[in-house]
């Protein structure tokens, strides 16, 4: 049984930075895709970033993309994802996932994963 355990959420100023923290016991963790997602409350669950197994490849919403950068360090079962320029819209529990499939594909959908962390809460103040 894979576990997730995210940390490093909190309360910032927007245009500040945080970096989330994933990490991954019980299971097989650097041959599948990572993904993180976000639900604020009201709304649905929604992808944020997700990570190839080696790291070589990432995708963002396009809401995030030049301000959060994912990473992985396979040798700690790691993935980390580095959040700058923060927006009082990004508020919300964030999650990592582990993707059902080795190697998947189809990042964007929360059904594509198996595993789900406890979620950290991030917020950004006006």
């Known amino acids: 049984q894979v576990q997730l355990v995210e940390s490093g959420g909190g309360l910032v100023q927007a245009g500040g930075s945080l970096r989330l923290s994933c990490a991954a016991s019980?299971?097989?963790?650097?041959?599948?895709?990572m993904g993180w997602f976000r639900q604020a409350p009201g709304k649905e669950r929604e992808f944020v970033a997700g990570?190839?197994?080696?790291?070589?490849?990432?995708d963002y919403r396009d809401s995030v993309r030049g301000r959060f950068a994912s990473s992985r360090d396979n040798a700690k079962n790691t993935v980390y994802l580095q959040m700058n320029s923060l927006k009082p819209e990004d508020t919300a529990v964030y999650y990592c996932a582990r993707h059902y499939a080795v190697r998947g594909s189809n990042w964007y959908d929360t059904g594509a994963y198996e595993y789900w962390g406890q979620g950290t809460q991030v917020t950004v103040s006006s």
């Open positions: 019980g299971g097989t963790f650097s041959s599948h895709v």
């Open positions: 990570i190839s197994w080696n790291g070589g490849s990432t």
